[in-house]
């Protein structure tokens, strides 16, 4: 099912005249996000000329149905609580309390402060941006848990204002999912919308007079016409990335148990016919028995043909390799979204990892257990940003400031400094802002 990279006896770029270049050689899914922009930005300029007026029109297009409100009434998500299943609800609060507790622990100091000298000082200060927009998917799958992803670091940030904007769904008589709602609910977030796709970034990127005030900040995945709206928006907002298809890459060795890799594989595979699922190994052996365990999972699977899409595609491989230090160079050189270890001293192969957006140590911490449980952040960087990218997390949503407070003598300390600097760049006034401080008022 798998189609199968034979790395054994060569060697990354620089070690020798045929190196490969890692980073390349395992294909990922086709985006073109720039082919998107074409698509999305009449619609973000039509949001921001007509508001509400082009919201519905993108509504009825794209959804196929028209909100009686855009923005989600109080009692359909006080509802969505009452009527969540015991067990779920159970889950649900799990999630969010786990994930509470690391982004707890992911805040840190509040601040550095720095003495250079008697009387001068530089302090940093953590300020949360004030409002943001974030955006949970309900295409393929009514993802209930972005909502906890997104809303719990915002919240633990300091996030003054934070709304939630969610497709509307036929079957559910334009509301989002109940469960995207109900998650809402559990949170504490009051200010929920009813609006999809590019336009839900325009909406919070612009304002819509009457109806939503602009954000600061967008965050969350979505399909490529989300991402491409946040790259077009991006300045007028910050955003968090710009999120690809998922990904799962396991660096797995002879110990590891095949049933398990495989199913987790699969799993990753469902999310989207794009997802890439990866197995790096140095056991010809464990990669024959993984190949045999797939056909029967996927043909189980309730989503076996979305599956097979993305087992069958070219972002999805075996790539066997000589040993597990070549196997880590490759993990390294692509960078995955999701990276399972799975080989003996599994801890010691994690701390040398330097790019995955998360990563799961050991056959007991399985890539779905980070989707929903685990504590920490699935918002995470694909297409290899995690060579540059971190996932979402509390500091995502704050902003570093310097304050800087000098007394008399500290500025004479440097004074000259400045001037020297200041003249040395052609900007005078620049240091006779600072020398007019120390001249003879007569």
Same mark, same amino acid.
């Given at each position: 099912m798998l189609a199968t990279i034979d790395l054994r006896g060569r060697t990354a770029d620089g070690a020798d005249g045929a190196?490969?270049?890692?980073?390349?050689?395992?294909?990922?899914?086709a985006v073109d996000v720039e082919a998107a922009l074409g698509v999305v930005r009449p619609v973000c300029d039509d949001v921001a000329a007509r508001g509400e007026e082009a919201l519905r029109e993108y509504s009825e297009r794209f959804d196929r149905v028209v909100p009686a409100s855009f923005r989600v009434p109080q009692a359909a998500i006080d509802e969505a609580v009452e009527r969540l299943d015991p067990e779920l609800r159970a889950a649900f609060e799990v999630s969010i309390a786990r994930r509470r507790t690391v982004c707890a622990a992911e805040l840190g100091p509040a601040g550095v402060d720095v003495e250079l000298a008697p009387g001068a000082r530089v302090t940093q200060r953590m300020v949360p941006i004030e409002r943001v927009g974030l955006y949970v998917p309900g295409g393929l799958a009514p993802l209930a848990s972005s909502v906890i992803m997104n809303v719990v670091p915002a919240q633990v940030a300091g996030c003054a204002s934070i709304a939630v @904007? @969610?497709?509307?769904?036929?079957?559910?008589?334009?509301?989002?999912?109940? @469960?995207?709602?109900?998650?809402?609910?559990?949170?504490?977030?009051?200010?929920?919308?009813?609006?999809?796709?590019?336009?839900?970034?325009?909406?919070?990127?612009?304002?819509?007079?009457? +109806?939503?005030?602009?954000?600061?900040?967008?965050?969350?995945?979505?399909?490529?016409?989300?991402?491409?709206?946040?790259? +077009?928006?991006?300045?007028?907002?910050?955003?968090?990335?710009?999120?690809?298809?998922?990904?799962?890459m396991v660096l797995a060795d002879e110990t590891a148990d095949p049933t398990l890799v495989a199913a987790d594989l699969v799993s990753q595979s469902e999310h989207d016919?794009?997802?890439?699922?990866?197995?790096?190994?140095d056991s010809p052996a464990l990669a024959d028995r993984v190949q045999a365990a797939l056909p029967d999972q996927v043909a189980a699977a309730r989503h076996s043909e979305r599956i097979t899409t993305s087992m069958s595609g070219r972002q999805s491989a075996v790539v066997l390799v000589d040993d597990l230090e070549q196997g880590l160079a490759v993990v390294n050189a692509y960078a995955t979204e999701h990276l399972e270890i799975q080989t003996r001293?599994?801890?010691?192969?994690?701390?040398?990892?330097?790019?995955?957006?998360?990563?799961?140590?050991?056959?007991?911490?399985?890539? @779905?257990?980070?989707?929903?449980?685990?504590?920490?952040?699935?918002?995470?960087?694909?297409?290899?940003?995690?060579?540059?990218?971190?996932? +979402?997390?509390?500091?995502?949503?704050?902003?570093?400031?310097?304050?800087?407070?000098?007394?008399?003598?500290? +500025?004479?300390?440097?004074?000259?400094?400045?001037?020297?600097?200041?003249?040395?760049?052609?900007?005078?006034s620049h240091g006779r802002a600072v020398s007019i401080r120390f001249a003879d008022p007569s």
């Open positions: 190196g490969l270049d890692y980073a390349r050689v395992v294909p990922r899914a @904007s @969610s497709p509307p769904q036929r079957e559910f008589g334009g509301l989002p999912h109940p @469960s995207i709602l109900a998650v809402c609910g559990l949170l504490g977030v009051e200010e929920v919308y009813a609006v999809g796709g590019a336009q839900a970034v325009a909406m919070f990127a612009y304002g819509v007079p009457g +109806l939503c005030r602009p954000v600061k900040m967008v965050t969350g995945p979505g399909n490529i016409y989300v991402v491409a709206a946040k790259r +077009l928006l991006r300045g007028i907002v910050s955003i968090d990335s710009e999120a690809g298809p998922t990904e799962i016919p794009l997802a890439a699922a990866v197995l790096v190994t001293d599994a801890g010691a192969l994690a701390a040398r990892v330097t790019n995955a957006g998360a990563i799961f140590v050991g056959s007991w911490s399985p890539v @779905s257990l980070g989707d929903y449980s685990a504590g920490s952040t699935h918002v995470l960087p694909t297409g290899a940003c995690a060579c540059h990218s971190s996932g +979402l997390n509390v500091k995502s949503f704050l902003k570093a400031v310097h304050v800087v407070e000098y007394s008399r003598d500290a +500025l004479a300390e440097v004074a000259r400094h400045v001037e020297v600097f200041a003249e040395a760049e052609d900007l005078p």
